[in-house]
């Protein structure tokens, strides 16, 4: 069963990345520009973030099994419209399609892991689960890249085979599991709670281009505190709520949510910002750069793998400090990236990056999921797969943002890439190292954010469960 889960998790976290390497290709390849292009992630990332609180009902309603199954055959043949689009717009409508059943799998594969295998074995089990969510994004690029360079379709028909075995894996191996719930959904609580994660994740998607202070940002943060907070009141008054918002009051929960968060902010500026130096700045291919990283995002699955073996011995707390640190020393160093950094520079310091986010992930995660009793699993999951998509988009979306601004503070043109500069040195520099020195402090933010998770690995001990 771990088989099936691992590659069930894998394939939806390699469609979630598959394209952000290419997306160039497909601005040539359709002859389009990029503010229509990057909704080819923007639609999937909407779709991901808009479905995920409904994921506990969708499992209590269908079932575990039936859910599982649905979605893989759903994923794939997404996959394979997709592959048949005929323009940029309806690429667009399939991906987002696809992103709803990403979305899905997800959380369920997280909540299938806890609520069918022995208490004893959750952390081994998360461990090879969190190692899924790690090759994806390795393996990713460099595929998606050699791919394209024969023909687009092939990214989307690569999955295939994949999502075939594991249907006929989970259709054989994956428990038969009841629906536990005939309640029909509370429509009122689903349109708040959509409204607001889309105003929400259209907020962070937008931040750059909008301004932090603009009115149309300020009009989705309006909306989106409005009906967030609908949702929150009507889900505590409700006795069968789409997310079990009173998981809250579990302080072990709590603590792990907000660790993960922020190791998931932290993360984003390596994922987003790296490969955007190597590109911009030193102009390697997308290829190049998948097979640069490619190493250090495999060492972080090592590194999950020891967390895991050590994690009853030395406990969640002393696994997540440790991991910490090393992600803040490596950030660090990232803070004083040169132009002429060398490729052993950047492939060691994001080694140790992905080195400390593999050895805190995987504990922080199990901390909080092991404190929540099995019949809120599913909720658990969702509400996980929520906070770190919205987690992820406020990551881009604010570090981008403080990017652009940076860059205009040190005299420089925001938006004006250095691989675009013009050829005289002169004007070369002059967009090059406000460039650089906006990168630096986009680090030394980072850094910033990763050292909260310090305090909070503190709460982390240890604790009898709870009810919730």
Request: proline share 4%.
């Amino acid at each position: 069963m771990m088989a099936t889960l691992f590659l069930g998790s894998f394939l939806s976290i390699y469609h979630v990345v598959s394209l952000n390497a290419v997306l160039p290709g497909f601005i040539t390849i359709f002859d389009t520009d990029l503010s229509t292009a990057q909704w080819l992630m923007t639609g999937f990332t909407l779709a991901t973030g808009m479905v995920a609180p409904v994921c506990a009902y969708l499992e209590e309603r269908f079932g575990t099994r039936r859910l599982f199954l649905s979605c893989i055959v759903m994923l794939t043949l997404c996959s394979i419209i997709c592959s048949f689009a005929w323009n940029i717009y309806s690429l667009i409508v399939f991906r987002t399609l696809q992103g709803i059943f990403c979305g899905i799998l997800q959380p369920l594969t997280l909540s299938i892991l806890y609520g069918t295998l022995p208490r004893e074995q959750h952390s081994t089990a998360l461990g090879w689960w969190t190692a899924s969510t790690i090759l994806g994004p390795a393996l990713a690029p460099t595929i998606s890249g050699w791919l394209q360079q024969s023909d687009w379709r092939l990214i989307f028909w690569a999955t295939v085979p994949i999502g075939l075995v594991v249907w006929r894996m989970g259709f054989a191996c994956l428990p038969a599991a009841k629906a536990r719930s005939t309640e029909r959904p509370d429509l009122l609580s689903l349109s708040y709670v959509m409204t607001g994660t889309l105003a929400v994740l259209t907020l962070f998607s937008k931040m750059n281009r909008w301004g932090l202070l603009s009115l149309s940002s300020l009009l989705c943060a309006a909306v989106s505190l409005l009906f967030i907070t609908l949702f929150i009141r009507r889900s505590l008054k409700s006795e069968h709520p789409l997310l079990q918002l009173r998981l809250f009051a579990n302080r072990m929960f709590t603590s792990s949510l907000a660790a993960s968060l922020i190791l998931i902010v932290g993360l984003y500026s390596g994922i987003y910002f790296i490969p955007l130096f190597l590109q911009q700045v030193q102009g390697m291919t997308p290829l190049h750069v998948g097979l640069l990283l490619l190493p250090p995002a495999l060492s972080m699955t090592l590194a999950t793998m020891i967390s895991t073996r050590y994690y009853k011995k030395l406990g969640p707390s002393t696994l997540l400090i440790t991991g910490t640190i090393l992600l803040m020393v490596a950030t660090w160093q990232f803070s004083r990236l040169q132009p002429a950094s060398g490729h052993g520079f950047v492939m060691l310091w994001m080694a140790v990056r992905y080195v400390g986010i593999g050895l805190s992930m995987t504990p922080a995660m199990n901390a909080g999921m092991s404190a929540v009793s099995q019949q809120f699993s599913s909720h658990a999951s969702a509400l996980i797969n929520w906070i770190r998509q919205a987690g992820g988009a406020l990551a881009i979306g604010l570090f981008t943002a403080f990017f652009y601004s940076r860059i205009s503070a040190y005299g420089g043109q925001a938006g004006v890439s250095p691989s675009a500069a013009a050829v005289d040195a002169s004007s070369q520099l002059n967009i090059l190292m406000p460039y650089m020195k906006g990168l630096n402090d986009v680090f030394l933010l980072a850094l910033l954010f990763t050292s909260l998770s310090v305090p909070l690995a503190l709460l982390l001990r240890k604790r009898k469960r709870t009810a919730l």
